[in-house]
């Protein structure tokens, strides 16, 4: 197989497209004392790229322009040049779009096969299963009997949001973009009610019929008017653990919305913006704990599998039309 | 003494005006057994009143048209028909904007004039006092050597949480309304720094001057675009104590700012509102904190008082257009 890479080339200013994204050819590379050559396997793609685009100071450095990009990447040892990393085995690590790159092994994370399908370590077991995880039960603090909204509920963490909230006896209201998604939620997921915020002229008045005692929960996947229709039906305490802001990403600027403090202070809502990466001394204790409820099948490793490495930019592009239901994945 | 009470005649539609109360004289009325006769000494006044006055479900119930005022009073006993009540005792309580009223002493709170003024039981050492003390301590969580930004820090309750937080050993930085409100701050309460937001087109860049390190409390008491400028500079994992929002009070609908869910993921940031009341079990423990702090010259007792029963609805009024340093209340 040829070496191929996928450089970012030029910063969108809202939406993103192919043209952001250039396929090339790459010479695959030899390897020094200490390295191991990584073939990729599977390639995680995920809305907070979207942020890495940016030339902005956050929580994790900006992208080059002219620079591979990288994500969450599966990875199999093909050579090895290090003791530590032995020849066919499986490794995470955040890696560049290559199908081949060496390595010198540090930032990787070694996998179990055993556990899980391999995949799922970009899914329920890794990242997303934690930000679900994390957010919930930290932030969310589900009580049983209590009602539990997510948005972007057919998404990766979304829809693990949606299976831990059963589990913890919520009733769960999922929020989703499209009838069949909807459907999905309520037939094979097992939640409680799912709306289609699409098209949707009531669903201030929908998430009400949704949840008779109110909302305790609000994971919120998305921000904007969903949002805003879910906290005017927030109980008092209402608990917001904000884990996404998928339907801001593409703005060049803030855009705007009705200012809800006298909402917070009278129904004492707590919000709390969170990133997976504060929780990191705590991945392993969430991966035992999702990899029992997997077992048990209490959650499902719901994946769309897009496969080829060239496709990796347009699967991307279609979290932003919604095109995943779970874990969006390019599979090389 | 003729008796008198002050009618709420009508909703205000945004801000309210004289229009909506009527001071009308009213029979002083005879006692039966169980009962006392109360003298109002001291009325508060108090931005919330403004949320009572809308005909909305909230925290509590609103004003009837028609009906007397309410807001926290210190009164006199004058006689009494109950052998718990001695004449000439003291007694805090939700109270009807009356001159005399009978009570059957349900609600009522004595007040010990030897630990501190009387009218005091209104401000520091009542509900605006606890206010400030729960959701600073509580929610805000100050550390020594972090920065804390108040707004409306010349008010009752902001006054006093920059004073707590110059206690617990934070820089201070207080927002205001005037400049001779800034100097005050400054100059006779020990805050680091303050800023007049009136007229002011460089809120975010005088906030960041101000807080050179950040900002890792924001106790906010406005809502408005004065808090999107305080937050655009708040550093990973702020705490915001949302106490009030009176920049929104006289709205008739909720008015659009940005949407800030980026900066709450990215950041971190713990958006908490709250409401006084839901601290009451623990209201003696703030008062006696707040007793020594004050004997201690570490808070002091700032109050704009204004005389005469029939200028309660005025002095209500001056709140929002900032008419007070510290408590605004009103001395019978």
Sequence with gaps: ???????????????????????????????????????????????????????????????????????????????????????ESYFYGELDWKIFQVSDGRGLFPIDEGLAPLSSYLGVMGGTGFAAYFGLLEIGKPKEGETLVVSGAAGAVGLTVAQIGKIKGCRVVGIAGSDEKVKKLENEFGLDSAINYKNNENMVEDIKNACPNGVDIYFDNVGGPVSDAVISNANNFCRIPVCGAISQYNESKLSLGPRLNPFVISRRIKMEGFIVFDYAHRYMEAQMQLGKWIKEGKISLEETIVEGFEEIPGAFLGLFSGKNTGKMIVKI
């Design 1 to 87: 197989m040829k070496n191929k890479s996928i450089i970012f080339t030029q910063r969108p200013k809202e939406m993103p497209s192919l043209d952001n994204f250039l396929v090339q050819d790459e010479k695959t590379p030899s390897l020094s004392n200490g390295q191991i050559l990584l073939k990729s396997l599977y390639i995680s793609v995920d809305p907070y790229l979207r942020g890495r685009m940016n030339n902005m100071k956050s929580y994790i450095p900006p992208f080059e322009v002219g620079q591979p990009m990288k994500s969450g990447i599966i990875a199999k040892v093909i050579k090895s040049k290090n003791k530590n990393f032995s020849e």
